[in-house]
């Protein structure tokens, strides 16, 4: 039952981009279609994952057990950089077209601070593996969730009347800061 309250606090009540305002650039950047966006959700869901493992090695096999634990911060930046390269190489090698969709955001997922947020917050936890897995899982499908509902918030906003004012990045943020209130709703789910 813990694994699974663990999950959904990831995902629904603490949302990196609704709770912790983690990822913003990306979600705002990759929101506008819902293709991209879901594309580039699931390709932060495979880092976030990755790097939830791989930190959770490095903080507790090496780090903590030799008393280097200051050096957190720089070796999870170390291991984003790296997953996130293999990451890229892999969907330049499978899919030339969702490569070129993504663009300059792709390479944005190493400084997307929602994935080092994610090592972190696990690390402060003091999660055990299958833990950190579930929150990376849990943590990562919460960003593909809200990506997708904004860009298809953003899709049917292109059909709307919106004021001049307000196009672009301004109804973008008010959106945002509506469906994160709306996202405060699941903080009762889990005591």
């Known amino acids: 039952m813990e694994l699974a309250a663990i999950f959904i606090s990831a995902m629904l009540i603490n949302n990196f981009v609704f709770y ?102 696990a690390a402060r936890k003091e999660y055990g593996l299958a833990e ?9 499908l919460g960003f593909t969730l809200a990506i997708v509902l904004m860009a298809g918030i953003r899709e049917q906003l292109e059909l709307a009347d919106v004021p001049e004012a307000l196009k672009g990045p301004g109804i973008a943020l008010i959106i945002a800061g509506i469906m994160a209130l709306a996202f405060m709703g699941f903080s009762g789910m889990i005591k």
């Open 20 to 121: 912790y305002f983690l990822g913003i650039c990306p979600f705002l950047g990759v929101s506008k279609k819902i293709d991209s966006a879901f594309s580039m959700g699931l390709a932060v869901t495979f880092v976030m994952t990755l790097t939830a493992v791989v930190s959770w090695a490095i903080n507790y096999w090496i780090l903590i057990p030799y008393g280097l634990d200051y050096l957190q911060i720089v070796s999870f930046i170390l291991v984003i950089a790296s997953l996130v390269q293999l990451v890229e190489m892999f969907i330049r090698k499978i899919s030339p077209p969702l490569y070129q969709a993504m663009g300059i955001y792709l390479p944005l997922i190493t400084t997307n601070c929602a994935i080092m947020g994610l090592a972190i917050i």
């Open 132 to 140: 950190t897995v579930i929150f990376g899982v849990g943590a990562g």
